[in-house]
């Protein structure tokens, strides 16, 4: 180990934890030979690098040190597959609150139910009207002119909802397809 990775661990493990920096500890938790060791400690100390002060909590022995690190592993690692997972289902790692979008939902939503599936992720100002249209459409053509004009318009509608989330996604809020662009000041 070189002495900057060293001095670099044994700096984290005094500003981190209360485990005593004894030459057992040490040489364990860095790995470096027992010489190397007592050698670089009498050294930080003279230099007088080990002068802060040390935390009032946290993992006062090697164990628990150890056991904060293997979780802190595992949480990196948890958070990594969480952004792949979010990369392949279009739902982003929850960084602004958690108040992510699913893409793919709010596409498929009003893919298959129109603008009702905007309310996920649309402003209720151009949902709701939407969806008073669409009730009302459904509601009074007859199903020979309903039929094609729903091939047409669910289509549109799926890419509404895709277009919702994103915007949703990149902004933290719920933003218009057209009415909440920003003004330029």
Not at 112 to 121: D, E, H, N, S
Request: net charge positive.
């Amino acid at each position: 180990m070189k002495q900057k990775d060293f001095e670099a661990r044994v700096l984290e493990i005094w500003l981190l934890s209360r485990v005593p920096l004894t030459l057992a500890h040490v040489q364990h938790l860095t790995g470096a030979s027992r010489a190397n060791t007592k050698k670089a400690l009498d050294a930080m100390t003279v230099e007088g690098v080990l002068g802060a002060e040390r935390p009032k909590s946290g993992p006062a022995t090697v164990a628990e040190l150890e056991k904060m690190r293997t979780l802190t592993s595992e949480v990196a690692g948890s958070r990594a597959l969480a952004r792949a997972a979010g990369a392949v289902t279009g739902k982003a790692l929850a960084g602004r609150g958690g108040d992510e979008k699913s893409v793919v939902a709010s596409g498929g939503l009003s893919l298959v139910l129109g603008p009702l599936g905007w309310l996920y992720a649309a402003p209720l100002r151009e949902a709701i009207p939407g969806v008073a249209i669409y009730v009302g459409v459904c509601s009074f053509l007859p199903h020979v002119l309903l039929m094609p004009l729903l091939g047409i318009l669910a289509p549109i509608s799926g890419l509404a909802g895709v277009y919702y989330a994103i915007r949703h996604n990149q902004t933290g809020e719920r933003t218009g397809l057209f009415s909440d662009r920003k003004k330029s000041k």
